[in-house]
T-cell receptor
Framework: DAGVTQSPTHLIKTRGQQVTLRCSPI?????VSWYQQVLGQGPQFIFQ???????GRGNFPDRFSARQFPNYSSELNVNALLLGDSALYLC??????????????FGEGSRLTVL | TQLLEQSPQFLSIQEGENLTVYCNSS?????LQWYRQEPGEGPVLLVT?????EVKKLKRLTFQFGDARKDSSLHITAAQTGDTGLYLC????????????FGTGTRLQVFP
């Protein structure tokens, strides 16, 4: 069975540009979460979507937005990129039967470099 | 803002040695998880501890949740080179979201 897949795996952008990252959850998983992992630190929660509705939002500026599609895949958008947005962006999916955090399955991440 | 501090930040040991990683917070969590992350990959869940004082064993790894559900420890017995990686603790803030508060991480290097 396929795990969580993310694309692109690596990308380079310049300051002020916009980026869209994509995530396909494990088949049958209806919840998708996004995390930002800056080099040398633990991941930080950005968003969670469950059944296409936002369930949680972390302490990130409005430049960060996300959505979930009917097939439960998700996109994370970041506008007006800053150097500090350089990070590994992780997507995680979880089983639909739980109401909250249980086992999260993470993808390999999208490595974003902002120059 | 809830914070999880891990110690040590870096650990370099030889095969066969024992080690303990600590995860501390001033906040109470409904449960706490431990993940291992290898270079180029996402974190992989090792264990979830829920009850204060709970101890769980996973082969050579022993996980403990503090009585007050504010801290946790991971003990590895007879470390192997395959244990090398970044160990992350993560507090479950609420049962209603998948929001995890991750610790600062402990990078473990096990040499043969």
């Amino acid at each position: 069975d396929a795990g969580v897949t993310q694309s692109p795996t690596h990308l380079i952008k310049t300051r002020g540009q916009q980026v869209t990252l994509r995530c396909s959850p494990i088949s049958g998983h209806k919840s998708v979460s996004w995390y930002q992992q800056v080099l040398g630190q633990g991941p930080q929660f950005i968003f969670q979507y469950y059944e296409k509705e936002e369930r949680g939002r972390g302490n990130f500026p409005d430049r960060f937005s996300a959505r979930q599609f009917p097939n439960y895949s998700s996109e994370l958008n970041v506008n007006a990129l800053l150097l500090g947005d350089s990070a590994l962006y992780l997507c995680a999916s979880s089983l639909p039967s739980r109401a909250g955090a249980g086992e999260l399955f993470f993808g390999e991440g999208s490595r974003l470099t902002v120059l | 803002t809830q914070l999880l501090e891990q110690s040590p930040q870096f650990l370099s040991i030889q095969e066969g040695e024992n080690l303990t990683v600590y995860c501390n917070s001033s906040s109470v969590f409904s449960s706490l998880q431990w993940y291992r992350q290898e270079p180029g990959e996402g974190p992989v869940l090792l264990v979830t501890v829920v009850t204060g004082g709970e101890v769980k064993k996973l082969k050579r790894l022993t996980f403990q949740f503090g009585d007050a559900r504010k801290d946790s420890s991971l003990h590895i017995t007879a470390a192997q080179t395959g244990d090398t990686g970044l160990y992350l603790c993560a507090g479950v803030e609420s049962r209603s979201t998948d929001k995890l508060i991750f610790g600062t991480g402990t990078r473990l290097q096990v040499f043969p």
